[in-house]
């Protein structure tokens, strides 16, 4: 202890369990007698890490002990915790309150609304909060740092800047001082001036009043200036001590020195990069502000139980050196260049990477029964080695736990919120009626089978106008849901759902509103839907802790929004609400970040992510402070925290056992290899031990064996299945991919549209359909109403914003051709006779059906003219002459044999009016399959029908009455629709196919 002349300052190397090592020596010294370790006080940097001091004592405890009191003064609520376990110092009578962090949040929000001006432009709600939280973050960066904001005021060089950093110093400036109003008002201050304010009362109480009992501050490497003041105090105390972590007590003299200067000012020249990045640098400002000189830092004369060899403290201090000093590594010696226990992985990618961890510490788990740590700062890769472990039953304890937007919970607030933002559009609306909370009792399977029909009704192009739309949908779902009954169920089933959902569908009519309102209807909402289970378990309790926080602090400002505003600003405040589950996880196994990892301790420690960007982070400049700005009040360089990312890998390497990892590519590209590990590489050489062995389990545990060769599906359904009435657009498909028919007439598999989709080819072929018959049987072919209709589509809900602006300049070209063409041939003689309408024949027993675009009556009177409208390029003359595209010919089979009710004649123009562009470079033109004049390919009209009657009964025979096997993709040159691609496995075969010559 300290005699109040000497400093009693030690250091635990990080060759030795921090942890293990600190209890061992305290017990050592004030354990003999009973209950004298119970009077110790431990200022701890974080709960986490007094948790693992905890179970340092457990384990050296043979006999029970009583625990000290432990306090962590590097929490925000520090208020709490020194208020009870120093009781007999107190905060003293002027210390005012701290504000509520969201408190805080939301009235900085409402002063970002007011000064929006000095930003030049108007700001939305989810840039206010942005905003909030960045200002939030500066004020306590510089109140960490006890720097007065009137220091900005006194820097000369805001003439320098650029523009935009001389905008948003002012805007900072007239922020802060209108929050420091709102505090005086409110009687309050930031919770980091009332967190440095209770270190200054503590450090002058314990510096004029010595505490009686222990005082001992360990771990704690934080370089504030009131926690240094702090920690100087306790160890010049009388019976206080300070115990720091991994300082470098055998780094030479003369690189030590080089650490320099350790102040940051105007006045003080800028370190080089270097230094600044040292793992010792933030240690040897702490020191400085202590006051204490290396040289009186003690070594800690204890170990743990679990030490790694004393040679690896040096190696980790050789592979740290600075750039300028690493030429020293040519004068050691093989035994200070390698490390043994230490293992490293370079994997292909990040899952590769992962899963290789994951052996490992399946391994060290159930091989050796050893405590196992992986430490990244990666958390997309602590998310991949926590599901791999799950593959195992090892469900390992995640430190940073959950964001409670990936959980339910958040998962269905979100979705909901996306309900109201999008005006209740399929997606968001069906993704919120599957989710798994929802009407999660003993009716959740008649809930889901009104959702599936519901799903049915909403395929296809969206439909918007809330559920006055989705009402239309589910009535017009005529072929999706033919049962007439079934759709009224689904009516009735969604008025009762829109009864549930009252609160916001108010909500999202009124337009805007405030967002303690917004807030409040979504929590009844979900309450409606989902009952109190959404509250229940540690993610609903942590959902509903947020809501209530926030829809109360959010009542007391002027903070109005629109709904769609609200997906993203329910997102930021669920990103930032960690789900940790209290127990049920691995008592051996834990992922840590690397905060949350100082001063634990692991038999195997594995350290994962090791490329530059993710370990060390690129550091963040703050957005609102010009570098040189934050340089001149004497914020420290953003490269400082490279410097505690280096000092975190130094005491991570300090386990018995260390394995190093990285990828050497990441999802955007090639990644470069953290400067940490290339200089680990660069001084060890060839004696780094590479980790082979994990890689080829990884690759080999879920390598794909090769599987059997897929032949082309043939399938042979028997003689009563084969016969099946056909449309007269399905011969097409018959011929050029028989079992794609076999998929749809036979299984009867019929393709879904995409919910939501965008308008397809098919769709806007059936909406134009539908205007051309409208023309006929209701408009009387009046030119003017035609245009009309087609304006009336482009308009309606279904026609989406996209397809307004690139289709209808061709859309209405080709309508007006259309128009103007009838007329021209009506004046010709021409007679539109039928539009859309079904005819039938029966070809030897088989029924042909179709529905034809449009039948004209020629000059002479009768002869007939068989139309098919066409939104694209129409079917070559070829593919016409070869049988695959048939339906102008199977049309003039049926009008031939009286089919179509009402018409009959002789056909013989057999045309395609095609709506695309023409050769004038307009849009809209006649075409006619036939080979005359000109043309080479087609069929001669006299002999269409003929033909086409050939090609239909040699399908019948072949495939309907005969035993011709429904092969996949027989034509597979000719284009045709790849619904059924997946059932026939076509990427499995196509391609890879032997034929006999080659067997």
């Known amino acids: 202890m300290a005699d109040g002349t000497r400093a009693s300052v030690y250091s635990i190397p990080a060759h030795r369990g921090f942890a293990d090592a600190l209890a061992t020596g305290l017990i050592a010294r004030f354990g003999k007698e009973t209950g004298e370790l119970a009077r110790l006080t431990l200022l701890v940097p974080n709960q986490r890490a007094g948790r693992?001091?905890?179970?340092?004592?457990?384990?050296?405890?043979?006999?029970?002990?009583?625990?000290?009191?432990?306090?962590?003064?590097?929490?925000?609520?520090?208020?709490?915790?020194?208020?009870?376990?120093?009781?007999?110092?107190?905060?003293?009578?002027?210390?005012?309150?701290?504000?509520?962090?969201?408190?805080?949040?939301?009235?900085?929000?409402?002063?970002?609304?007011?000064a929006g001006h000095l930003l030049k432009g108007e700001?939305?709600?989810?840039?206010?909060?942005?905003?909030?939280?960045?200002?939030?973050?500066?004020?306590?960066?510089?109140?960490?740092?006890?720097?007065?904001?009137?220091?900005?005021?006194?820097?000369?060089?805001?003439?320098?800047?650029?523009?935009?950093?001389?905008?948003?110093?002012?805007?900072?400036?007239?922020?802060?001082?209108?929050?420091?109003?709102?505090?005086?008002?409110?009687?309050?201050?930031?919770?980091?001036?009332?967190?440095?304010?209770?270190?200054?009362?503590?450090?002058?109480?314990?510096?004029?009043?010595?505490?009686?009992y222990p005082i001992i501050a360990v771990g704690i490497t934080t370089a504030a200036p009131a926690i240094a003041t702090l920690q100087k105090t306790i160890a010049f105390m009388r019976h206080g001590m300070v115990v720091l972590p991994d300082l470098d007590l055998a780094l030479d003299n003369d690189i030590w020195d080089t650490l320099e200067p350790v102040e940051f000012g105007p006045d003080v020249p800028r370190p080089a990069v270097?230094?600044?990045?040292?793992?010792?640098?933030?240690?040897?400002?702490?020191?400085?502000?202590?006051?204490?000189?290396?040289?009186?830092?003690?070594?800690?004369?204890?170990?743990?139980?679990?030490?790694?060899?004393?040679?690896?403290?040096?190696?980790?201090?050789?592979?740290?050196?600075?750039?300028?000093?690493?030429?020293?590594?040519?004068?050691?010696?093989?035994?200070?260049?390698?490390?043994?226990?230490?293992?490293?992985?370079?994997?292909?990618?990040?899952e590769e990477e992962a899963l290789a961890i994951s052996i490992r510490v399946r391994e060290a788990l159930e091989v050796k029964g050893d405590r196992i740590a992986v430490v990244t700062p990666d958390r997309q890769l602590a998310a991949r080695v926590s599901a791999h472990l799950k593959r195992w039953n090892i469900d390992a304890d995640d430190s940073a736990g959950q964001a409670l937007s990936v959980v339910p919970e958040g998962v269905l607030l979100i979705t909901l919120a996306e309900c109201i933002s999008e005006d209740f559009a399929p997606v968001s609306l069906l993704g919120l009626f599957k989710h798994p909370l929802v009407q999660s009792g003993d009716d959740r399977a008649q809930w889901l089978r009104q959702v599936r029909r519901f799903d049915l009704a909403l395929r296809g192009p969206r439909r918007t106008g809330g559920f006055a739309a989705l009402r239309q949908a589910i009535t017009d779902a005529k072929r999706a849901l033919p049962d007439a009954k079934a759709r009224e169920e689904l009516l009735a089933w969604l008025d009762s759902v829109e009864e549930l959902m009252q609160p916001v569908i108010v909500l999202g009519k009124a337009g805007g509103t405030q967002l303690s309102d917004y807030l409040s209807a979504l929590r009844d909402t979900a309450t409606a839907l989902c009952g109190t289970r959404i509250w229940s378990g540690?993610?609903?309790?942590?959902?509903?802790?947020?809501?209530?926080?926030?829809?109360?602090?959010?009542?007391?400002?002027?903070?109005?929004m629109e709904p769609r505003y609200g997906p993203a600003i329910l997102r930021s405040f669920t990103d930032e609400t960690a789900i940790r589950p209290a127990y049920g996880k691995h008592p051996h196994v834990a992922i840590y970040g690397l905060l949350e990892a100082r001063l634990q301790q692991a038999d195997l420690v594995i350290c994962g992510g090791l490329n530059e960007g993710n370990w060390p982070q690129t550091p963040d400049i703050d957005p609102l402070l010009s570098p040189r700005i934050a340089r001149e009040i004497g914020l420290a360089p953003p490269e400082f925290r490279i410097g505690l990312a280096a000092h975190d890998l130094a005491g991570a390497m300090g386990a018995p056992h260390v394995i190093l990892t990285r990828a050497r590519r990441e999802a955007s590209g090639p990644a470069v290899a953290s400067r940490f590990f290339l200089r680990l590489q660069a001084m060890s050489g060839t004696r780094l031990q590479m980790d082979e062995e994990a890689l080829h389990l990884a690759r080999a545990l879920d390598r794909q064996l090769p599987a059997s060769r897929m032949e082309q599906p043939r399938p042979m359904p028997g003689a009563a299945q084969r016969r099946v009435d056909i449309a007269v657009t399905d011969l097409d498909r018959l011929r050029a991919d028989p079992f794609a028919f076999y998929a749809r007439k036979i299984l009867h598999l019929a393709a879904l549209d995409m919910v939501d989709a965008p308008p397809s080819p098919a769709w806007r072929g059936s909406a134009v359909h539908e205007i051309l018959e409208a023309w006929k049987k209701e408009d009387g072919l009046d030119p003017v109403k035609l245009v009309a209709r087609a304006e009336a589509l482009l308009m309606s809900g279904s026609a989406n914003a996209l397809l307004r602006t690139l289709w209808r300049p061709r859309l209405?070209?080709?309508?007006?051709?259309?128009?103007?063409?009838?007329?021209?041939?009506?004046?010709?003689?021409?007679?539109?006779?039928?539009?859309?309408?079904?005819?039938?024949?029966?070809?030897?027993?088989?029924?042909?059906?179709?529905?034809?675009?449009?039948?004209?009556?020629?000059?002479?009177?009768?002869?007939?003219?068989?139309?098919?409208?066409?939104?694209?390029?129409?079917?070559?003359?070829?593919?016409?002459?070869?049988?695959?595209?048939?339906?102008?010919?199977?049309?003039?089979?049926?009008?031939?044999?009286?089919?179509?009710?009402?018409?009959?004649?002789?056909?013989?123009?057999?045309?395609?009016?095609?709506?695309?562009?023409?050769?004038?470079g307009g849009f809209g033109y006649r075409d006619e399959p036939i080979k005359?004049?000109?043309?080479?390919?087609?069929?001669?009209?006299?002999?269409?029908?003929?033909?086409?009657?050939?090609?239909?009964?040699?399908?019948?025979?072949?495939?309907?009455?005969?035993?011709?096997?429904?092969?996949?993709?027989?034509?597979?040159?000719?284009?045709?629709?790849?619904?059924?691609?997946?059932?026939?496995?076509?990427?499995?075969?196509?391609?890879?196919?032997?034929?006999?010559?080659?067997?």
Request: glycine fraction near 8%.
């Open 123 to 212: 700001l939305s709600p989810t840039e206010k909060l942005r905003l909030a939280r960045e200002v939030a973050a500066t004020i306590d960066s510089l109140l960490v740092e006890e720097i007065p904001p009137a220091r900005l005021g006194e820097i000369d060089i805001a003439d320098e800047l650029a523009d935009h950093w001389r905008t948003s110093l002012n805007f900072f400036e007239g922020v802060h001082g209108a929050w420091q109003k709102k505090l005086a008002s409110l009687g309050m201050i930031d919770a980091a001036d009332r967190r440095n304010r209770l270190l200054r009362h503590a450090a002058r109480k314990w510096d004029t009043q010595p505490a009686q």
């Open 52 to 114: 693992a001091i905890t179970e340092a004592f457990v384990r050296q405890a043979e006999q029970g002990l009583l625990l000290p009191r432990m306090v962590a003064v590097g929490d925000i609520d520090l208020a709490e915790s020194l208020g009870s376990a120093l009781d007999n110092i107190g905060a003293g009578p002027d210390i005012p309150p701290a504000v509520e962090p969201v408190q805080r949040l939301f009235a900085l929000t409402e002063i970002i609304g007011e």
């Open 812 to 920: 209405m070209a080709a309508i007006h051709w259309i128009a103007e063409e009838t007329q021209r041939l009506m004046v010709e003689g021409r007679e539109v006779c039928v539009a859309e309408i079904w005819g039938d024949m029966t070809v030897k027993g088989v029924r042909i059906s179709g529905k034809v675009d449009r039948i004209d009556r020629l000059a002479d009177g009768k002869k007939l003219a068989i139309i098919d409208y066409k939104t694209g390029s129409p079917p070559s003359g070829s593919q016409v002459e070869a049988g695959f595209a048939l339906q102008l010919g199977l049309l003039g089979m049926i009008a031939e044999r009286s089919g179509f009710k009402g018409i009959s004649g002789d056909p013989q123009a057999f045309e395609y009016w095609s709506l695309a562009k023409n050769k004038a």
């Open 932 to 999: 005359e004049s000109r043309k080479r390919t087609g069929l001669l009209r006299e002999e269409f029908i003929q033909k086409t009657e050939e090609y239909l009964i040699d399908a019948i025979d072949r495939w309907l009455l005969g035993a011709e096997p429904f092969t996949a993709k027989l034509n597979p040159d000719l284009p045709s629709y790849n619904d059924y691609d997946q059932l026939m496995r076509l990427d499995e075969w196509y391609g890879r196919l032997v034929t006999d010559e080659e067997t």
């Open 538 to 560: 540690v993610a609903g309790r942590g959902a509903a802790d947020m809501l209530s926080e926030i829809e109360a602090e959010a009542a007391q400002v002027k903070l109005a």
């Open 274 to 350: 270097g230094v600044v990045t040292h793992p010792q640098y933030h240690l040897k400002l702490l020191l400085h502000r202590m006051g204490v000189n290396r040289d009186e830092v003690m070594r800690w004369a204890r170990s743990g139980q679990s030490d790694a060899p004393a040679q690896r403290a040096h190696v980790i201090s050789n592979i740290f050196l600075p750039a300028e000093e690493s030429s020293h590594w040519r004068g050691l010696d093989a035994r200070a260049r390698s490390v043994s226990q230490l293992k490293v992985i370079e994997a292909a990618n990040p």
